[in-house]
């Protein structure tokens, strides 16, 4: 990846609540062709990434919200 691209994936995947549905995907294949990595790397990069980056910024997010 390149050191744009992580972080690029990361407010993609927030957006999306961490998980690619059907009706993402129009949203899905226009990001993935515009950052330049193949669906397959997204999927995977969410999949690796859910549990740490995910539970540190939904923690944080929450916490003004209440």
Do not use: Y
């Not at 407010?11 to 690619?20: P, T, V």
């Not at 944080?60 to 209440?66: E, I, Q, V």
């Amino acid at each position: 990846h390149t050191q744009v691209q992580p972080k690029l994936f990361l407010s993609f995947s927030e957006k999306l609540g961490w998980r690619i549905q059907k009706h993402d995907e129009p949203a899905v294949q226009e990001f993935c062709s515009v950052v330049g990595v193949k669906r397959h790397v997204l999927k995977v990069w969410m999949h690796n990434n859910k549990n740490t980056l995910g539970k540190k910024i939904t923690c944080h997010g929450n916490a003004g919200l209440s």
